[in-house]
């Protein structure tokens, strides 16, 4: 038997038409592999998903028969044909039959610009129906990412009923799985649960249609072994670009393997596909690390940063949000003084949050107006120009929240275009915020959002920030738009509605920073993130609860996407009290803002709110473009926590640490460093310290090493005692290359 052993090179197609041999699919970045092998009868085969392997054509058995269903998984299976496991594909010929094989018919690697970026192709068709299912596998070579799609073309003379078509699937070899997941709600989101997977399926998706996080995150660890460990072992991190409704499916198998599948969830998604038509899945985005989770969420940051969110490489300004200062009682005269207040503390770009807009029915409250986008008058009679004006005057940027695919009942708009909302026909409607979700899979609707926003933005130049928010989710389901046939199509078709005019706003201004809100972090997913620039992580704004969110956000987003904002205490959701100085530790180390009135705070407050704004400026550029180190996390039993970021030249280090609770008699923690140059000297400096408790002209210090300079090598193996004890204290280290 002739064996063939493929080097990919250029965009030479291989296609092997009757008698298929042994073909191996190298799927490679610089450190990690992903390996397939057609097999003669034309199978093919996932062999292998980890560290690269030097020799990978080791993986082609000298006896093909080797090769087979009951110990190696398919690269993408599809139901029958032997395959009783949940399935990548599941569809109904035109002719009825619902089982499909998929085999072979070539790959290539696709021509790319980028030689960071290369994309093979792999094609399988069914050799009895007109049906392909081309495979895109994108390996970012010096990021270590992996992503995956699909995409179906119906040949056939008739339509074929598509049940599913996951982005990714992986199998791992027998052993033992932990899943962590990131599940919550409005004000608690990305809560990391850890859960050793047994035999059956969990199940992780959403059938909320718009907002993706607020019960749980499209994103996943998988950790083989052991429960995940930052810096070892092996470590698998997943997350589905998608805002709609997903699917991920986690099955331990009879013979112990791990089938992970990811994509869109076919939950009453049936879409026919009509002859001629093709369909594509979203990515589903792989990190791989043996080191542990931290690599692989670091690999999956600087991935982001260069290709996953709009522009990664600039650093983010520093925003003053007015919705907990503010909420909806303001007229101009208050927004022009926070504005001064904002450009007085160091701020560099306001962001006028909602109540702006709405004449007939003034959106005073949450119970009308949304919808209708002229400003209000009697509020702001100068219009948004005066206050974008005024901010530019003082060197601000100016922001605008909207919420374009949201109404009001209570709202001209509603009133106009009832068959515009999304509802269910002789149902009643369900209100949420006391709103209503407009659909976004009629073209009209869209075209009405596109110009909302695209509106506003013309008409008032000078607009450098865009909070885009959906403060609902899909509850009374159902679109006047599509036909009785094709109302499964909604849920699709309402996300690339969205996603068509993201894209034209995102080219038509390339200079507004967007970002990503749904009821605070309910956005987080990098299909709405290729969009944005950020996202806004919580509507809780409480320091002690940001470390988490906050934590559980770092496993998949860069810091510079997280808007993390000091507010007032007591907080306004969680009522905690907090110092000034813990609260700006908090939000510092991820994309730092403000959200409270200026005039409310002490004049130490204000004090500390402009050295704060001010130190952050200096540490910007680790924190936002660094590598994110966590050393300590506040899930262990230590209720401490403590990360640092390193810049990518190792000559600069920014370290942050947090005690939740008062630590008794508990030694200070030793934190070891990590990913400094042991051969490097580092200069340590507090930056902030804490005042002496009662006093503002003397600090208590956290460190007792106070501008002394240690080797890398010292600082990552014997570490920095840090003498935090209390709950709500904090230390930020800054560590400068001597
Ligand atoms: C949502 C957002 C908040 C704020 C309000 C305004 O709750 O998450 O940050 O913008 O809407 O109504």
Excluded at 112 to 119: E, F, L
Excluded at 134 to 139: Q, R
């Amino acid at each position: 038997m002739r064996k063939l052993i493929l080097t990919l090179c250029g965009s030479v197609v291989l296609t092997l038409a009757t008698t298929v041999r042994q073909v191996l699919i190298p799927i490679e970045c610089e450190q990690t592999g992903y390996y397939l092998v057609v097999d003669n009868d034309g199978t093919v085969f996932q062999k292998y998903f980890g560290s690269r392997l030097s020799t990978p054509a080791s993986l082609l058995p000298n006896d093909p028969q080797k090769t087979n269903k009951n110990t190696d998984a398919e690269a993408y299976s599809a139901f029958g044909n032997g395959n009783t496991n949940e399935t990548a594909l599941r569809l109904i010929h035109s002719d009825g039959n619902m089982t499909t094989l998929l085999l072979y018919d070539s790959h290539r690697v696709l021509p790319s610009q980028d030689a960071n970026i290369v994309v093979t192709e792999v094609v399988l068709k069914d050799p009895a129906y007109p049906l392909q299912v081309t495979l895109f596998y994108t390996a970012y070579q010096k990021e270590n990412i992996l992503t995956c799609r699909s995409v179906i073309r119906n040949d056939e003379t008739g339509s074929v009923r598509l049940d599913g078509l996951a982005s990714g699937y992986l199998v791992l070899p027998p052993g033992e799985f932990f899943l962590t997941h990131f599940y919550g709600a409005w004000s608690a989101e990305m809560q990391m649960k850890e859960d050793k997977l047994s035999q059956g399926i969990k199940v992780i998706d959403s059938k909320k249609g718009v907002r993706t996080t607020q019960s749980e995150n499209p994103s996943f660890i998988i950790s083989v072994s052991h429960p995940a460990e930052e810096n070892c072992g092996e470590a698998i991190i997943g997350t589905v670009a998608w805002s709609g409704n997903y699917k991920l499916s986690f099955e331990v198998d009879n013979l112990n393997r791990l089938h992970i599948l990811g994509g869109r969830n076919d939950f009453l998604s049936d879409y026919p596909l009509d002859p001629g038509a093709t369909f594509s899945s979203p990515e589903l985005i792989l990190a791989y690390s043996d080191c542990g989770t931290g690599e692989a969420s670091r690999n999956l940051h600087r991935w982001a940063r260069k290709y996953g969110i709009q522009d990664g490489t600039m650093p983010r300004p520093v925003v003053l949000n007015s919705w907990e200062g503010a909420y909806f009682s303001f007229d101009e005269q208050t927004i022009l003084k926070m504005i001064d207040d904002a450009a007085s503390m160091g701020v560099e770009l306001f962001v006028l949050d909602d109540g702006w807009f709405g004449e007939k029915y003034p959106r005073n409250n949450d119970k009308a107006g949304l919808g209708d986008w002229q400003v209000n008058r009697k509020k702001l009679p100068g219009g948004l120009k005066t206050l974008i004006d005024h901010a530019h005057a003082r060197g601000l940027g100016f922001g605008l929240w909207v919420e374009p695919e949201m109404v009001n009942p209570k709202s001209e708009l509603a009133e106009k275009h009832p068959d515009w909302i999304v509802g269910t026909p002789n149902r009643e409607p369900i209100l949420m915020r006391n709103q209503l979700l407009l659909d976004l899979s009629n073209p009209a609707v869209q075209e009405f959002v596109y110009n909302t926003v695209s509106g506003v933005l013309r008409e008032n130049p000078g607009i450098a920030y865009i909070k885009w928010d959906a403060n609902r989710h899909v509850e009374n389901f159902g679109s006047a738009y599509l036909p009785a046939d094709r109302q499964s199509h909604f849920w699709i078709d309402y996300i690339r509605g969205l996603y068509g005019v993201y894209e034209r706003l995102s080219e038509e201004f390339p200079d507004v920073i967007f970002q990503a809100c749904s009821s605070g972090g309910g956005r987080a997913d990098y299909g709405a993130l290729k969009y944005h620039h950020e996202f806004w992580g919580s509507d809780n704004t409480d320091a002690y609860s940001r470390i988490f969110i906050n934590w559980g956000f770092s496993q998949i987003f860069p810091s510079m996407a997280i808007g993390s904002h000091v507010s007032f205490s007591p907080n306004h959701q969680t009522k905690n009290v907090s110092s000034i100085k813990f609260r700006f530790d908090v939000a510092m180390s991820q994309r730092l803002g403000v959200e409270l009135q200026p005039k409310l705070l002490t004049p130490e407050e204000l004090e500390w709110t402009r050295r704060g704004i001010e130190t952050y400026k200096r540490i910007r550029d680790v924190v936002q473009l660094g590598d994110l180190y966590r050393l300590i996390s506040p899930y262990d039993d230590t209720d401490r926590a403590s990360m640092m970021y390193v810049s990518e030249d190792q000559s600069k280090a920014v370290l942050f640490a947090y005690s939740l609770r008062y630590h008794y008699r508990e030694d200070y923690p030793h934190v070891r460093l990590q990913g400094l140059d042991p051969d490097k000297q580092y200069r340590v400096t507090e930056l902030m310290p804490a005042p002496k408790p009662g006093k503002t002209d003397s600090t208590r210090p956290a460190i007792q090493c106070e501008g002394e300079t240690f080797s890398g090598d010292f600082l990552m193996k014997y570490g920095i005692k840090i003498l935090i004890r209390n709950a709500g204290e904090s230390a930020v280290l800054e560590l400068t290359e001597i």
